[in-house]
Nanobody, 117 residues
Framework: QVQLVESGGGLVHAGGSLRLSCLAS????????MAWSRQAPGKQRESVAT???????WTLDSVRGRFTISRDNAKNLVTLQMNSLSPDDTAVYSC???????????WGQGTQVIVSS
């Protein structure tokens, strides 16, 4: 199993930036697809960015060009750089790891991001 702990959330003005980190323990992340999701109040959870074992990335249309996901397997760390933030980005952001071989997800607790207008 892998345990995930997010950090880096907070309050930021529109147009600002935040860098979220997800530190893993218990297992190396190199075998997992890693990703970030978010859930805004009253809305369904949505994935915003993923990065495969090989480093291929995907980002949600609404954040493409503003959000960048990266991974450092040696540090067991996944980051989400978020630029040009808008109030619509306000949500709880959670890191997760996915193993397609066992069809299992591991989730962190989440970190709150609030973007003020």
């Amino acid at each position: 199993q892998v345990q995930l702990v997010e950090s880096g959330g907070g309050l930021v003005h529109a147009g600002g930036s935040l860098r979220l980190s997800c530190l893993a323990s218990g297992s190396s992340i190199e075998i997992y697809t890693m990703a970030w999701s978010r859930q805004a109040p009253g809305k369904q959870r949505e994935s915003v960015a993923t990065i495969t074992r090989g480093g291929s990335t995907w980002t949600l249309d609404s954040v493409r060009g503003r959000f960048t996901i990266s991974r450092d397997n040696a540090k067991n760390l996944v980051t989400l750089q978020m630029n040009s933030l808008s109030p619509d980005d306000t949500a709880v952001y959670s890191c997760y790891a996915y193993s397609p071989h066992v069809d299992t997800y591991y989730w962190g607790q989440g970190t709150q991001v609030i973007v003020s207008s």
